[in-house]
Structures are given as C-alpha cells and as structure tokens.
C-alpha cells in the first residue's frame, strides 16, 4: 500500500516538475512541498536530473549522412530487386495469379481426394513391389554387410578388408599420390602389410577412455560408410562410391588429431612396424573435440554418385539408393542375399571384363586396363582433403617398394580386390 | 494548416500532378526513381529549385514525394537526420552503431511514406519508426547476451556504482547519467529520453510509443525514480 502510494506521489511530483498539473493540482503538492521534508528533497532531485538530461552531449549533424544513405538505399534496392526474378510492378500480379492456381489446386485436391488417395496408395504399392523384388532378387546387393570395429581398424590403417566370411578373397585400397586411385579386381596379388587388432592398438597407444571412445565411433561410422559404399549388382556390376580410396586416409588423419603428442608417436611407430600405407608427418597438433573428427566421416556416398563398372563399359552415375530399408532387407533375408552376394563376387572375381592393354593411352579421364588375374580401373579423383588442413595433421602415403603389377603408372592411387591374400589375424 | 508552396504556377501543376498519380492503385513498397510513366510526368512538369524544396514544409514534401518526385526525400532526410541520429544514440550511447540504424529508419521511412496518411505529425511518425527500430535492436542484444549467458545491465550497474564511488572530481557527470539510463529497461529508457533529451510532449510521446497518457506518465515517473535511485550520489551533489 505504501509502496503504491509513493509510485502516486511520484508520478505526482514527476508531473510537477514538468508542469503539467492542472492548477488545483499544482496548488496541492504545493501544500504538500510545504510540510513534507522528503517530498520537497524528491522534487529538487528531479528537477537536477532533468536538468542532468538536459544536458546530455548531442551529435553534431552529420553533413556525408545523404550520401551514405543514399548509397545505402541503392544498395538495398538492388539487393531487392535482384531477389525478384521478374519486375516489382508484376507482384500484385502475380501474387494474385499464385494465390488462384493454389485455390484451384486445393479445390481440386479436395474434389478429388478420394480418387488421388487411391492412385497413391496404387502407385506407392507398385513402387513398394519392384522395389522390394529387386532388393530379394539381388539386383544391387552392398558387398559387405557386416564391417565391425576390427574391419573398420583394419581398413583405416592398413587398406584391407576380408570380402569373405573365409577370408579367401580381400578388398584392398592403397594410394601412390594425389591424383587419382585405381580400382582393381584379381586373384592372384600378394599383400605385404600385418594386421593391427583393436586390443593391440589400444595396448600400443593407450588412448584414454574420451580418446577410446572417439575411436570407437570413428570406427562405427567408417564401418557403416563402407557398407553403403561398394555395391554389388547381377550382370557383373560393381559399384564403388568414387571417394571411398580417401576414406582409410582421412581415418588415419582422424585418428592421429584425437591423440596426444607422445601417443600419436607410438601411432606413428605401430604404422611403421606393420608396413601401413601410410604415415603421419605433422605432430604439433592440440586435441580437439570428438565432433569435430566424427563430423568429417561422411556418412553416405556424396549425391549418391558410384562409378559402376559392367564387363563392358564404365560410367560415374547417380543411384539412389535407401541404405536402411537395403540392410533392413538383407537382415531379413540374410540366407538368399548371402547365397546370392556369393555367387557375385564370384562372377566378377572371374575377370569377366573388358580387356585393354595395359600402356595404352587414353584421352578421357577414366581408363579400363586388363591384366592376367584382375581388371583395374583408373579413375582420377580429386586430390587433397580440406578437412586434413583443418586439422593440421598431414598423413602422407609411406613410400613402398613395387608390390602392384610391373608397368601401372605410380601417380595414381589404387584399389585391388583379390583372392587368398586376407590376412591371417582377422578373424571374421 | 495551409501548405505554404512558394509559386503559384507549380503549385496548380503539382496538384493535377499528384490527383493523376494518386489513381494508380498499386503503390510499390520501395518506390523506384526510374519508374517509366513517372518519368514521363516528371520531365513534363518544371521541378522547383533545391532551395524552394528545402524551405517546404514536412507536409509539403511528402505531398510532392507521394505525387511521384521521390528526389524530395532528401530534404525531409537532411532535416530530420540529426534528431534521429541524437534520439538513437541517447538509447544507445553507441556512436559507430547509430549510423546504420538511422539509415535504416529512413529506409523504412521512405519505403512506408507513400502509405502517410497525414494523421500524425511527420517527426512523430519518424520517430515512431525510430522507437520501434531501437527496440528492435534492444531485443535482439538482450537475445544475444541470454545466449551468451551474459548479464549487461549487471556489469553496467556494477561499473556505475564504482565510478559513482570515487571523488566528485573525477567524475564524468555526463557519462554517469548515460550509464545510468543504460540500466533502464527498454521502455522506461525511451520514454526519459524523448521527454527530458528529446523535449516532446506527453502526448507526443503517447502518439510516438503508440500507448496510453496515463501509461507514458507512468513510464516517465518510474525512470527517473530509477534514475534518482541509480544516481543517488549525483543528485546530492548538484
């Protein structure tokens, strides 16, 4: 109550001050200024901060202020009328024109929903149906479904997956420069590398629990990227997403940023002991945020584009293709689809593919080359990863000795996938 | 109030002028100079000299902008600039930052002056925008600093206690009322500064706030409450 009768007061005095009481008004608080010490104290402290306020410093006027403004407001106006594709004077128009062809179309759709409904749920059953058929046929199957952390680990350091729940034939990604990468299908090529398991690797670099736990969903999401990036189709086709030859490259870059100095040199020393493809130059790094290294794994194929190779030909084509529903599929029906998926790799490990000399040349981009025991396909790719400078640690590839075929050109990266050559430690 | 137009001849030209304009029923919300039959009414008609244009008042010049001579925006922009730009920077004490909210509240003006009504004076209608645009911005830095988890108003009032603390000497009375009409809110602050920086009237502010009397006279008691409260020491003193 007492508060509410000094906000009165207040605002009595306020107005006071300003002049704005009518007479009887004025006369009262005059009275009141009279006898009440405090009030009279409050109307001096308003009238010294009116006069404070008064005071205030002001701008001088600005004489360049139009020709700012004017260049401000062209600016602007450019800017909306670029954002138009048609001249302003056509709005209304055209808005009208917008609003009647949604009307229609509403009242259309209203009109008719019984029939449209029925159409969709006919086209979405047939599109359902070939779909379905297809997948449970076969037509386009991953190669691999199943790529756990030790695959995963195994593919980041050394390049190399099983295909196989044998283990007789393997899948290989190895680079020589930045130029492009090679693709190649044989039965008959030696590996020189070792394998890393994850206990070993654990026990060898000692990542603490963060740094483990980074690395484990490293590895999670290139398990998942590999099996949405290698597909394999009847008719001897294989499709390979084009930018999977980088992703072993950019693990070994992730891998190496999430660790510690000292830690990372044991890295560097367990890549060299096993003959890895690869080494890590740049140390002087700090140790970032797992996001950071988990956001540069790119989860599916960009744009969904393979380079799908056939016996005849070769071609960098969209597919669009729902990986969930695919391995929900597969999951369902694991029997058929293993059958199935065998009796691929089988037709296309069988080097049923064109045959072209190997020195020949060839002036478009993507060149097919033949061989005894496997096909390989040379694809120029583009060359440096951004996010590895974002990163600050560079991996290079470690200089080898030969161990491809005699005659292939050096400058490109390469990819083989061939028989009896899986290492011994991976257990499938 | 009758519009004082220095010629005759123009005077009776500009009215048919601006009757034939007015018929258009669109009205572009940014109206364009090279727009083409505008162009054409403009060459057909002699345009006062600069001098004339700036002696016209506000009423004046809008007319004549609303008839098609979007050009006379200038004159109601260099008349008006300066108080706009003092009003934005009593709110924001922010030199660097008011140049850019002026021009955007005469590019707001200017595209909302073909819709002017003339139901409101022209510096209260710009100072309508004004406000509006201020609190815009106060809304925006208040955002920023929740998301920032920053608490401005308590490091102003902070810093406005240690200055007010040290020796009368040494202070810097104008900067201390700028700080402490900082510490009010938003609405508070609007309402002290047009009425004791800007000099309007209660029911200027009332029409510029788009609110109450009664509410404006509230608003301006609890501020300078605040302020008294916030420059307590200040006030001893003068």
Redesign the interface.
Known sequence: MKKMNEQKLDALLSQYVDGVLSEQEAQQVESLLAVDTSAKQKVVELKNLKRLLALQPKLNPDIGFWTRFSVAMEEQKEEEHNLLPFPRKFIPAITVMATAIVVIIGTLVIQNRIQLKQFLSTKSQAVREVYEKNILQGSLLPLFSKVDKEHALQFSLFGTLPLDDKSETAFRVDEQSEKGYRIEVGNNLKSNTKSVTFDRFVAEVKPSVKQKKIIDSLLELTGRRIESSVLIGENNTLAIAPDLPKLNRLMVTNIASCLEPLQRVSFERLLEANNAPYKVTVKSVQTGKAGNYVQNIPKFPQGDRFVIITPDTMMYSQIHIDFDSLKRQMEENFAVVGVRRAAMLKKIIAREFQRVPKNMHFPMTNQIFGGEEFFSVEINAPGEEDNQQQMRVVVQPRFRKQIFTPGMPNHSTQMRIWKDTASSDITP | MAIPIPRADWQSENERFRIGVRARS?V?S?P?TN?ADSMTNHQALPKPNAEVLRKMDDEALITTFQSGDLDVY?YL??RY??RI??LL??IFRD?DF??DL??EV??KA?QALPHFRFEASFYTWLYRIAVNKSRDELRKKKTRRFFSFQTLDEGIEKELNVRLSVQPENRD??EL??MGLKTLPEKFRTA?VL???E?LS?EEIAEVMQCELGTV??R???A??M??KA?KP??EE?
């Open positions: 669109f572009p940014f364009r727009d200038r922009v260099e600039q300066e730009r003092n920077f009593s030199r008011i140049d002026a021009q005469f590019i200017y009375t104008q009322v700028a002290v009425k004791d920086i000099g209660y006279k509230s301006i008691s609890r300078r409450a302020l008294r420059l200040l006030m003068v």
